[in-house]
């Protein structure tokens, strides 16, 4: 039973890091790039750290490696998307609902 759940963990963690990874190649800016990485790549991280503590049992450096993922990830991402928005890198016009223009717009405004 034990080794089921460790596959279906492994499992599920490599899928979503997958779709981080397709994420990041497909996405059309920085942001939505940024959204793939933080969130589908830390949940798969997250899983697969899951599945190793539950294989190797609960060790002290599993469970803070696990913890210190969880927390610093998403603030990371945080901070590098608002220092990309106050440094001046917006978002795609097209990316935007109810922009008013249907041609996508590239780079800096």
């Known amino acids: 039973m034990r ?4 596959a279906v963990l492994v499992l599920a963690g490599s ?6 990874a397709l994420g990041l190649h497909r996405f059309s800016d ?7 990485a933080g969130k589908a790549g830390t949940l798969g991280l997250a899983l697969v750290l899951s599945a190793a503590i539950i294989w190797h049992g609960t060790a002290g450096g599993d469970v803070v490696t696990l913890l ?17 928005y106050e440094t001046g ?6 990316a935007r609902p109810n922009a008013g223009s249907k041609k996508p717009r590239r780079g800096r405004r």
Request: charged residues 10%; positive net charge; glycine residues 2%.
């Open 15 to 20: 899928a979503l890091s997958l779709i981080a």
């Open 68 to 84: 210190f993922v969880l927390l610093t990830s998403p603030v990371g991402t945080h901070m590098i998307t608002k220092a990309m």
């Open 89 to 94: 890198h917006r978002p795609w016009e097209y």
């Open 30 to 36: 920085a942001y939505a790039r940024l959204h793939a």
């Open 3 to 6: 080794e089921v759940v460790i």
